[in-house]
């Protein structure tokens, strides 16, 4: 979780930090990205997207990740946009299947990350 959360202050100069503590303690974030924010080139730049999203690995399973993504949709949905997307690899064990059970769908194949596939999925909000 460490290494994701290194990187939220160059995400937080264009997107929204959101953060989830759990007994008083940091125990998760993501970063949610508006529609018309700047944005990795295989997105649609008015989606609004998801980046980042981390849970500390002894508080998954208590619903952080939901309750994370959960927030980005209410961000979209104040932002009027009639989708979310976010771009996800199976080797993501635990947030993949999460994000099917919440309504996203794969769109397309996304570039490779250091040789591993990534795809867009989208949920129509």
Known sequence: ????????????ATGEVIVAAYHDRLAGAVAYFGPAVEKAAFFNPAWPIIRML???????????????????????????SPIIALHTSPIMT???PMYLKMGFTKAYDAPPIHGVPYAVYTKAL
């Open 1 to 12: 979780m460490l290494a994701g959360l290194s990187r939220t202050s160059s995400l937080s």
């Open 94 to 96: 635990i947030a993949l």
């Open 54 to 80: 981390t849970v500390d690995p002894v508080d998954r399973g208590r619903g952080l990740g939901h309750a994370l993504t959960a927030e980005c949709i209410a961000r979209a949905k104040r932002d009027r």
